[in-house]
């Protein structure tokens, strides 16, 4: 199975701007980062409801717990304090018809309050990468970045990443950090001759 390429904070920021005045661009660019953020399957985040990531005061939650997972691996997926303005505005945005807290959070434009689905959601993000120059990049870049930005640049340990990843085994979360270009490329840059 070929290995996503992961993002760079410089692609991140890319893809952010590619995000910029698209026709839902709130919640489209508040789904990439959710991806960013907590390392979900692009299908995961189309699950959860308002009130799994805000509580009735508006206020939002640390962390809920999923159950609708590949391999049906329930766990808890947190909501880091980074990922609270990407939530804020796409939140005020949001048509306030589709407000309820058992909405579904990541809403389709036509079905007027049911979650947008896992095609549409998919085509989004690789759209987004193709606008931002990065036609290799799949949703599961986020994934891959999550895990390699926690492990490279903040040193948690392997078995916690595989843990939010809710993978089966810890050998499937060290095929994450096989062949990182950044790393790579970070490795070749180092030489002088």
Known sequence: MPVAP?????????????????????????????????????????GLSIADVQNDDGTYKEYTTITKTKGLKAGRVYFPDSLHPYLDAYLKDRPSRFRSNQEHLFVSQRSKGKAMSVVNATRLIKQA???????????????????????????????????????ESIKTSQLYFAASTIEANEAVSKLKF
């Open 6 to 46: 992961e993002l760079s904070k410089k692609d991140i920021k890319r893809v952010n701007n590619a995000l910029t005045n698209t026709r839902n661009e709130h919640r489209d660019r508040c789904y990439f980062f959710m991806l960013l953020y907590s390392g979900m399957r692009v299908s995961e985040p189309l």
């Open 129 to 167: 990468f193709i606008n931002a120059g990065l036609p290799m990049h799949s949703s599961h870049s986020c994934r891959r970045t999550f895990a390699c930005l926690l492990r490279r640049e903040h040193g948690i340990d392997l078995s916690v990443i595989s843990s939010l990843l809710r993978h």
